[in-house]
């Protein structure tokens, strides 16, 4: 049997238990003042209850022909209508069925077993190897740490990738944005990262991806050694969007976890953009506005909710570095999303068609990429070193056009000159092999020994330094 069928058959076995489990508890527990109520209207994904009381953001379990039950959630309520969006497929549901609302929260399994594992967004393993043994339950929406009690960003984080190690240079506890269009590297960048970054736990967030690429991203982009430090929560396109919604929030927790346990986690999650889809689809169809370009305002509200998560613990406690990638179809960086995403984010990187055109791997568009924690963790000889190699990066794009029809005159400008003469190292100092990973103190030295001797021909323009 395949890996894939077999996760497929682990997958039907683990909801058929499910089921049966479900079956055997006629009454599931119900909320203190929670009351039960009927099914009265189903459209869509939105299912709507009269005579339920139950709390926004809580479960309830509706009965279907056969003795099923599927889990919903209150997402909103307008007189005694309570309406409520399922986490699963909605197969056999019936008019005037049972709505019971239930005691617990959302809530999400972890410990020791998870390391290695694929699961989806309701924990159930996707990769075929068994039950997962997990010893502790952790809230699915987190416990918000007080912003003041958070360590601040002092210590750089070796991410492997020696372009951003060397000029994007990323803190323990940031939370960065990945920028790209589709197909310009960003899952085979945090593969890299995911094999290279030194940390302790990696936790992934597969989100409204197909379900070929979630495969892909599995045995080849991350492999076996990638894998052995990591947990791939995966929630594909075809999934509910509550699904997806809860696909991150529990990748979410799950490196919450870990970091209260003092570790230091790598979360990447791909991608935002489809997060903020799910919750789009979800508040447009509870009736929210579409305010913002098509987007109602509650995904503007769940953005930060998610991503403030990430970041530091308090007093030393671990660490949770972030990465999301946005999605920026046609290069629109002005997206809403993107926009949003910009403005919570503690810096961005961006990966640009145009160099990935160009065959030149991972395609980090230096001159727009932003770390903004760089200030604390760099010296200024490095800084210097920094800003001079986006200088000469500037001063050749403002030439490209000449440059690449050999049109340019030499002379004309000592920047564009010296950009010119570096060109073939700059170009082979940000190339990097999927296979091959570079640390700072290596990416530093690479950087330092790029700028700080001239080509022949050229007199260099060395930074003062100490
Ligand atoms: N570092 C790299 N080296 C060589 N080719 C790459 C690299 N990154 C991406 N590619 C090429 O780009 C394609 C799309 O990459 P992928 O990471 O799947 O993009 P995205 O996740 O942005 O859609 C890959 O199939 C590969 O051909
Ligand atoms: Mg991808």
Redesign the pocket.
Known sequence: MSSVAAAHWQEARNLRLAARLHAADPHPPSLGLAREGVLRRAVGLTLEASGCSAPLGSRCRVETAGGRWVDTEVVGFAGDRTYLMPTADLEGLLPNARVVPLRRRGEVAVGEGLLGRVIDSDGVPLDGRGPIRAEHWVGLAGTAINPLMREPITQSLDVGVRAINALLPIGRGQRIGLF?G????????LGMMTRFTAADVIVVGLIGERGREVRDFVESTLGEEGLRRAVVVATPADRPPLARLHGALRATAIAEYYRDQGLHVLLLMDSLTRFAHAQREIGLSVGEPPTTRGYPPSVFAKLPQLVERAGNGADGRGSITAFYTVLTEGDDQQEPIADAARAILDGHIVLTRRI?DAGQ??AIDVEVSVSRVMQDITDPAWRERIRKLKRLMAAHSAQRDLIAIGAYQRGSDPAVDEAVARWPAIQAFLGQD?AEAADVEASRAALAALLDDGPAGVAPNRPQEA
Request: charge should be positive; charged fraction near 10%.
């Open positions: 790209a589709s197909g310009v590297g960003k899952s085979t960048l990935a791997y991972p999927v």
